[in-house]
């Protein structure tokens, strides 16, 4: 085919994996073009323009134009089968994510695995999220009987069995947004990540911002003994990995930390006793994860609820935790909340989503001591 030219990323090329798989995740990579590179440069084909937003969340620098040359297109899963089943990818496993008759499972397996030669086991999940350990049972379909995997993610490589621990691959963007903003600080931070499966978030930070120190906690002794084994995987010495409740861990920890995460958006709220008990006396970053419906009131309004949604379920995320702090009352006084950002993280069903809140936590003595000085 002849080539053909299209809007491009231009980056540094040790940086080039890392943006590469970020635009792939977000569906902005143009696959049928081949990458180009040279000795300093990586240019990456965007499937569309890339607004304003998505360029300060992916910290590119530089967009430009090129001539790329373009491959044959080659069939899709929905050639194969007529039609486009859902499925998510975890390191050399696809599992698919919503029901399929059974008689057609066979066929799909064998597309996916034709189509994605990496793939070497096709599974299919057979119950919800369940526990405190945030399992889920899988049934297998295709390919190698087993549930473990090594999943690469953001340039870190994750050990990890999918029926015995927690692991969402659609947050990577996510992911790598929030060990950005720790790496961007440039300061010695103490992080503290008080649901930590296998260390997603916690092997990225330390990888990112080398000069922090990450205390790693979960409650799923399987997903401490994988993240043990993640830190030693991607060559760490910033990681402490901590099994137990938080509820019993979290006094170890008083006035400790700058940086908290709370990924564990159905039930997050009902921690923030501890997480604050936690941040250091000055105060410090929480980020918070909730889980917000928002569905339509009026069947007939369902066209302008369907636009309405998000916008109410981001209000619906800041006002929770807002209101949660202050209902904590005197012990948590000397604290101002501070909304830094609140965005959708990812749709969790219709008119659901999951929402994310970086919320700084000021002190408020330390506030008016800054004001008497100015």
């Given at each position: 085919m002849d080539p053909e030219?299209?809007?491009?990323?231009?980056?540094?090329?040790?940086?080039?994996e890392e943006i590469r798989q970020a635009l792939l995740a977000r569906c902005?990579?143009?696959?049928?073009?081949?990458?180009?590179s040279n000795e300093h440069f990586i240019y990456l084909p965007l499937s569309q323009p890339l607004p304003e937003v998505e360029l300060r969340e992916l910290h590119i620098r530089e967009l430009t134009t090129r001539e790329f040359e373009i491959a044959e297109k080659r069939k899709s899963i929905e050639d194969l089968l007529g039609f486009k089943p859902a499925f998510e990818v975890v390191g050399d496993i696809a599992v698919l994510t919503e029901e399929v008759d059974q008689s057609k499972e066979a066929a799909v397996a064998d597309a996916i695995m034709a189509l994605h030669r990496n793939i070497k086991v096709v599974a299919k999940r057979v119950s919800a999220v369940e526990g405190v350990f945030r399992t889920r049972r899988l049934e297998h379909i295709a390919g190698e009987h087993r549930t473990e995997t090594l999943h690469t993610e953001n340039a870190c490589r994750f050990m990890l069995d999918l029926e015995?621990?927690?692991?969402?691959?659609r947050l990577a963007g996510e992911r790598r947004r929030v060990a950005s903003q720790a790496a961007q600080t440039g300061k010695p931070e103490d992080v503290i990540d008080m649901f930590a499966g296998v260390g997603p978030f916690a092997v990225q930070i330390a990888k990112r911002?080398?000069?922090?120190?990450?205390?790693?906690i979960d409650i799923n002794p399987e997903a401490i003994r994988y993240l043990v084994d993640n830190i030693r995987?991607?060559?760490?010495q910033n990681v402490d990995a901590i099994e137990g409740d938080i509820r019993m861990i979290a006094l170890r920890f008083n006035n400790t930390a700058d940086r908290i995460i709370m990924n564990l958006p159905k039930s997050a709220y009902l921690f923030l006793r501890e997480a604050l008990s936690m941040l250091k006396p000055e105060g410090g970053i929480i980020h918070f994860y909730a889980l917000e419906f928002a569905y339509s009131a009026d069947e007939g309004e369902e066209k302008?609820?369907?636009?309405?949604?998000?916008?109410?379920?981001?209000?619906q995320a800041k006002e929770r935790l807002v209101t949660t702090i202050q209902a904590?009352?005197?012990?948590?006084?000397?604290?101002?909340?501070?909304?830094?950002e609140a965005r959708k993280v990812k749709t969790y069903a219709p008119y659901a989503y999951i929402v994310g809140v970086d919320a700084e936590m000021r002190s408020t003595e330390k506030c008016l001591k800054l004001s008497e000085l100015e």
């Amino acid at each position: 085919m002849d080539p053909e030219r299209l809007p491009c990323v231009k980056a540094a090329k040790r940086e080039g994996e890392e943006i590469r798989q970020a635009l792939l995740a977000r569906c902005l990579l143009r696959t049928d073009a081949k990458i180009i590179s040279n000795e300093h440069f990586i240019y990456l084909p965007l499937s569309q323009p890339l607004p304003e937003v998505e360029l300060r969340e992916l910290h590119i620098r530089e967009l430009t134009t090129r001539e790329f040359e373009i491959a044959e297109k080659r069939k899709s899963i929905e050639d194969l089968l007529g039609f486009k089943p859902a499925f998510e990818v975890v390191g050399d496993i696809a599992v698919l994510t919503e029901e399929v008759d059974q008689s057609k499972e066979a066929a799909v397996a064998d597309a996916i695995m034709a189509l994605h030669r990496n793939i070497k086991v096709v599974a299919k999940r057979v119950s919800a999220v369940e526990g405190v350990f945030r399992t889920r049972r899988l049934e297998h379909i295709a390919g190698e009987h087993r549930t473990e995997t090594l999943h690469t993610e953001n340039a870190c490589r994750f050990m990890l069995d999918l029926e015995t621990v927690y692991f969402n691959p659609r947050l990577a963007g996510e992911r790598r947004r929030v060990a950005s903003q720790a790496a961007q600080t440039g300061k010695p931070e103490d992080v503290i990540d008080m649901f930590a499966g296998v260390g997603p978030f916690a092997v990225q930070i330390a990888k990112r911002a080398p000069q922090s120190r990450i205390t790693a906690i979960d409650i799923n002794p399987e997903a401490i003994r994988y993240l043990v084994d993640n830190i030693r995987l991607n060559r760490l010495q910033n990681v402490d990995a901590i099994e137990g409740d938080i509820r019993m861990i979290a006094l170890r920890f008083n006035n400790t930390a700058d940086r908290i995460i709370m990924n564990l958006p159905k039930s997050a709220y009902l921690f923030l006793r501890e997480a604050l008990s936690m941040l250091k006396p000055e105060g410090g970053i929480i980020h918070f994860y909730a889980l917000e419906f928002a569905y339509s009131a009026d069947e007939g309004e369902e066209k302008k609820e369907r636009s309405e949604a998000l916008d109410r379920a981001i209000e619906q995320a800041k006002e929770r935790l807002v209101t949660t702090i202050q209902a904590l009352g005197a012990e948590f006084a000397g604290y101002t909340v501070h909304i830094r950002e609140a965005r959708k993280v990812k749709t969790y069903a219709p008119y659901a989503y999951i929402v994310g809140v970086d919320a700084e936590m000021r002190s408020t003595e330390k506030c008016l001591k800054l004001s008497e000085l100015e």
